[in-house]
T-cell receptor, first 114, second 116 residues
Framework: DGGITQSPKYLFRKEGQNVTLSCEQN?????MYWYRQDPGQGLRLIYY???????QKGDIAEGYSVSREKKESFPLTVTSAQKNPTAFYLC?????????????FGPGTRLTVL | AQSVSQHNHHVILSEAASLELGCNYS??????LFWYVQYPGQHLQLLLK??????LVKGIKGFEAEFIKSKFSFNLRKPSVQWSDTAEYFC??????????????FGKGTLLTVNP
């Protein structure tokens, strides 16, 4: 079964703690993305990666970090520097970056900061 | 920078009613256009897309959208909605120049509630 998996589904964190969200894809896609979804705000791009060992900031990268050591994995770390981390986080992938390539989305991780 | 406006935050319809969700974008160059749908508890998935050619595109589940370049619009339509169409709908735009070719810009979404 090909697709994107994100874990955990729900995550709770105390203020001041870093937390890492997992994203794995078995679609053999080069490009991967992280979005943040807030009610009434749509999706906003945090980071994207076009290829292994490369990643670029999106529109709201402050307080987040990523790595891309393997093609199939693109973990996102929410650091204590992120002022308002409570949100729904979506990971996506596409064959390559570029507008002709459909993005496929994972089921999301809901992060709550207590 | 490109932006996407979805005019309706929440639309409530009865089954069999016709649907039109508005989407306007601000970018003067060539664009690719998408509608994504998020059913309750499910992944965000592609409903339909426009790259070029016939401005009227058909997607899954009886949805269609019309690209009107002069109006910078890409409205989503369905002649007769069903209860199962209850979902959140997102319009997205990709501008094919200016260094942001990689990027999809999403609208804020429209929540559609269909009452049986």
């Amino acid at each position: 079964d090909g697709g994107i998996t994100q874990s955990p589904k729900y995550l709770f964190r105390k203020e001041g703690q870093n937390v890492t969200l997992s994203c794995e894809q078995n679609l053999n896609h080069d490009a991967m993305y992280w979005y943040r979804q807030d009610p009434g705000q749509g999706l906003r791009l945090i980071y994207y990666s076009q290829i292994v060992n490369d990643f670029q900031k999106g529109d709201i990268a402050e307080g987040y970090s990523v790595s891309r050591e393997k093609k199939e994995s693109f973990p996102l770390t929410v650091t204590s520097a992120q002022k308002n981390p409570t949100a729904f986080y979506l990971c996506a992938s596409s064959i390559r970056t570029g507008g002709y390539n459909e993005q496929f989305f994972g089921p999301g991780t809901r992060l709550t900061v207590l | 920078a490109q932006s996407v406006s979805q005019h309706n935050h929440h639309v409530i319809l009865s089954e069999a009613a016709s649907l039109e969700l508005g989407c306007n974008y601000s970018y003067g160059g060539t664009v690719n256009l998408f509608w994504y749908v998020q059913y309750p508890g499910q992944h965000l998935q592609l409903l339909l897309k426009y790259f070029s050619g016939d401005p009227l595109v058909k997607g899954i589940k009886g949805f269609e959208a019309e690209f009107i370049k002069s109006k910078f619009s890409f409205n989503l339509r369905k002649p007769s909605v069903q209860w199962s169409d209850t979902a959140e709908y997102f319009c997205a735009v990709n501008a094919l120049s200016g260094g942001s070719n990689y990027k999809l810009t999403f609208g804020k979404g429209t929540l559609l509630t269909v009452n049986p």
